[in-house]
């Protein structure tokens, strides 16, 4: 039987926790987000909303945890 071919990574994730304890008001997670080594945004989870940055924007789009999940469920399930 001929041996699989290895999946090619397309995307990266790097990640920054300057805090381990996410509790805390100020504190985030910062993921870098790569496509075929190109950077295509940053996403800032943080405790009260999320904030993302296109790969050349200035400015981020935030978001409450209630919003995003509207838009998760619409995206995913059509609601």
Do not use: C
């Not at 987000?33 to 190109?38: E, L, V």
């Not at 945004?41 to 904030?51: A, H, K, N, P, Y």
């Not at 940055?53 to 509207?70: D, H, I, V």
Request: aromatic letters at 8%; zero cysteines; proline letters at 1%.
């Amino acid at each position: 039987m001929p041996a699989k071919k290895k999946a090619k990574r397309r995307h990266e994730v790097r990640a920054n926790l300057s805090v381990l304890e996410l509790t805390k008001a100020g504190t985030s997670l910062d993921l870098e987000i790569f496509a075929s080594g190109d950077k295509i945004g940053t996403l800032q989870i943080g405790r009260g909303s999320l904030s993302w940055w296109g790969a050349k924007r200035k400015t981020a789009k935030r978001l409450s945890w209630s919003r995003f999940a509207q838009h998760m469920d619409q995206l995913a399930y059509g609601d």
